[in-house]
């Protein structure tokens, strides 16, 4: 292992979103800020099913610093859910009636089809709550992997963001570095780190991330009554070069995922994170609870 694991700081927040009330609050880009939408959308629920299939465990956990960082890792989830929410009062109030995707969405990833899906097939409790946390793994991994791509260059990945929105996805993005391998170290303690089990977390894990923010992304661009079809080809060329980017930083980072020895802490990049707390220390100092 590379990186030297540190105690976990839970960041009380509370993020404006005034600037952000433009509609377009990603760059003018209509099309590129509904990505970002869907992303806000999707994360809270997202989160809440990685704090769910760590607490399965935590009473199990054997390792008091292990036990010490998931108390963290839950703490930041918690955070970032909640100051995603917030967000969602700035999207009802330019017309976007978010619950209605987001029941949607809980439906159908967690209550009503997918997740009670797999539990039913899988049988097992035990068998399912492993799975439920090799995908939470490999979902821990997705961000981390996100985080680190866009906090290598936040001025191309983030260009005209407004700054609060700017420090608020920056902030989520360097604590998902912190607690980068929380999930994994659960699984490697409580799962023996079953290789099989962990491919099909991230298979899992691989199609329905990507199927739900496409979803919430075709949601966003239905139900946005100022979308303009003739501005899209445009939206795509400007938005073009930063996504390509950001898909290829991605797939490179996620294919080490797939090795039987791989441990998130051989990548280097929780110096990503604290530059940028480091460098912020008044802005959080000042806008902590
Ligand atoms: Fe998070
Ligand atoms: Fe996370």
Known sequence: MSEKQEKIKVRRVQFGHDSTAQRYWFNGNAFATHFLNSLHSV????????????????????NPELKERVKGFIGQEVQHGLQHQKFFETLKEQ??????????????????????????????????????????AAL?????TLAEVVLKDPDTFLQGVPDDMKKMLMWHAAEEIEHKS??????????????????FGFTTATIFFFFFIASGWGWYIANDKEWKWSDLPGNILQAAPVYLNLAWGFIQGAIPYLKPDFHPDQISNTQLAKQFFDLQSQYFAERSA
Request: glycine share 4%; aromatic share 18%.
């Open 95 to 136: 017309g976007f009636d978010v619950d209605v995707f987001v029941q949607w969405y809980k439906d159908a990833a967690y209550e009503k089809y997918l997740e009670p899906f797999f539990r039913a097939i899988i049988g097992s409790k035990r068998l399912a709550d492993m799975g439920s946390l090799s995908v939470t």
């Open 43 to 62: 994360f809270p629920d997202g989160e809440r099913l990685f704090i769910r299939s760590v607490r399965y465990y935590e009473k199990l956990i054997q």
């Open 140 to 144: 821990e991994h997705y961000t981390a």
């Open 182 to 199: 929380v999930a994994y170290d659960v699984y490697v303690e409580q799962c023996d780190n079953n290789y099989p089990m962990r491919m």
